[in-house]
């Protein structure tokens, strides 16, 4: 070959690259590789020099890579050798390593290549994108779908109250807010709207027991929020929650149903049946705003805070439609009251025997309320109700269930005063206060 003598030129230029143990020429221009990048690039390495350098500790890559073929290389993803096996020690590898400069090179992945053309060291660096632009898109997706619900169902949740005991609600149709009962306090209540301003609504119905109420206020040309067609979504369906926060801000989050037909106790104790329950993120205050669908359909109202990241909503069926309906109306639903307040029968148990009576299975009278069915039927505190109707009394719902049963509005309650048993005849009322 003409020119210098090999070594003479290697020490001149210092430019040389290794290739299997021997010095080669190659281009000095940097070359790049793009991701997708479908060109079709010649390499073909120049003739061995024919002079031994593998044993120059300097000369070796810290980053293996497979060496290409020889010839014409393409960079579509089809004909691309593999990123070498980096567990093999530099030893086992020393006769296919690369030298200063980087080889063409890629991935059956999308690859990215940096090659440096340093004269005392080669910087490679890979990345592999697929799984990373697979975990990008996903959560642009759920980042477009919330977005999107937000667009689609927003401006129908309002805040409801202010300062303390805040709520939110649901336009449920022109003039119409559904909110849970608890949130309202008074027959006036404020309600914030999604740009801001406030109003004062009129509880038009309210059903305690149920924890429902909806209050009758302007709405302008908000848009009522559309009830869904299908079932109740079952364990592990989407559903994106939506609150307002006695008016502070639209809040939406995403999460998935994690239980249905569950049961909870309402504001005065009742107990609620056949919720749902999910782990979607509310903050204090979200209790009456919407669970949707992705399409921004209503399936459910939330009410209850369980702990631990899980709530539950009053499900949005043909039930809770008709009870909405008969509330807008103002057909408040009457609550058959007793006018007592009671301790459970474990409670019972262990006061009646801290005073020396026998044990016996009821619910204890801590209060009677002035005025009430319960004081003029002659009901005392200490009185432990055991029957009620004829059936037995074991726990609250026991009592409710007569109580809602009861024929005429009278009913026959049998109580131990002491250790003496006695039956009384009581004529319900319907109203708030205790039961």
Known sequence: MAGPPVREQAQRARKLPAFRGQLVRCAWRPLGIRPRYQKR??????????????????????????????????????????IADLSESV????????????????????????????????????TTNKEGSKKMGALDGIQEEIQRVAEQVGN????????????SGVVLAKGQILTNAHNVRRDEVTV????????????LGHDVDGDLAVIGVETGDLSAI???????????????????????GLRVTLGF??????????????????????DAPLLPGSSGGPIVTSDGRLVGLNTHRLGEGFYLAIPADESLRARADALSQ???????????GVAPSDVARGLRRAVGLPDAEGLLVRLVEDDSPASRAGLAT?????????EPVRSIDDLFKALEAAADNVIELVILRGAEERAVQVQLGAGGGRD
Do not use: C
Request: proline fraction near 6%.
């Open 257 to 278: 149903v994690t239980g249905i037909e569950r049961t909870f106790r309402g504001p005065r104790g009742r107990r609620i049946t056949g919720s749902i329950e999910h």
């Open 91 to 126: 030893g086992e590898r020393r006769g296919r390593m690369l030298g200063y400069h980087g080889i063409l090179f890629a991935h059956r992945q999308t690859v990215t290549a940096a090659i440096d053309t340093l004269l005392e060291s080669s910087n490679l660096q890979v």
């Open 330 to 340: 103002g057909e408040s639903k009457g609550r058959v009251r007793l006018g007592v």
């Open 382 to 390: 200490g009185d432990l109700i055991v029957r009620a109707a004829g």
């Open 192 to 203: 914030t709207f999604p740009d801001g301003h406030t109003a004062t609504g009129q509880v």
């Open 41 to 82: 690039v010649a390499f073909q390495p120049l003739e061995a020099l024919r002079q031994d350098v593998s044993g120059d500790p300097r000369d070796l890559l810290q980053q293996l890579v497979e060496p290409p073929r020889s010839g014409e290389q393409g960079l579509h993803h089809e004909q691309s050798p593999t």
């Open 156 to 167: 129908a949740v309002v805040g409801v109250g202010q300062r303390w005991g805040v709520g």
């Open 226 to 248: 559309e009830w869904a067609t299908s079932n109740t979504p079952g364990i592990g369906a989407p559903v994106f929650a939506l609150s307002n926060p006695g008016g502070r």
